[in-house]
């Protein structure tokens, strides 16, 4: 049964930082692409950034650019979303989920099939 579970959440002061990791089980990890998106009270989905199976190219949203880096580690069937200069509109639940829309390549939430429980990111002093 394929499973994404997500985990490093909490709470830290603005300008600091999280690695939120997101375990794959029940499928080769590499064979999909892997987005983080995040969701705030009140507010829609977004994506966050994505890590795609073809050639390991990356996207990230534009107010994440710069502060957020996606990596993956095959071995591990583990992605990470390394988030540095954090502040407090970065604060949300976080889900990670795998899409087999291998030839799209985009940070849309509807193009994602396979979706984390999702984990808490509060950023606040």
């Known amino acids: 049964q394929l499973q994404l579970v997500e985990s490093g959440g909490g709470l830290v002061q603005p300008g600091g930082s999280l690695r939120l990791s997101c375990a794959a089980s029940g499928f080769n990890l590499d064979s999909y692409n892997i987005g983080w998106f995040r969701q705030a009270p009140g507010k829609e989905r977004e994506g966050v950034s994505c890590?795609?199976?073809?050639?390991?190219?990356?996207l990230y949203a534009d107010d994440v650019k710069d502060r957020f880096t996606i990596s993956r580690d095959n071995a591990k069937h583990t992605v990470y979303l390394h988030m540095n200069s954090l502040k407090p509109e970065d604060t949300a639940t976080y889900y990670c989920a795998a899409s087999r829309n291998l030839l799209v390549h985009t940070l849309a939430p509807l193009w994602y099939d396979y979706w984390g429980q999702g984990i808490q990111v509060t950023v606040s002093s």
């Open positions: 890590i795609f199976s073809s050639d390991g190219s990356t």
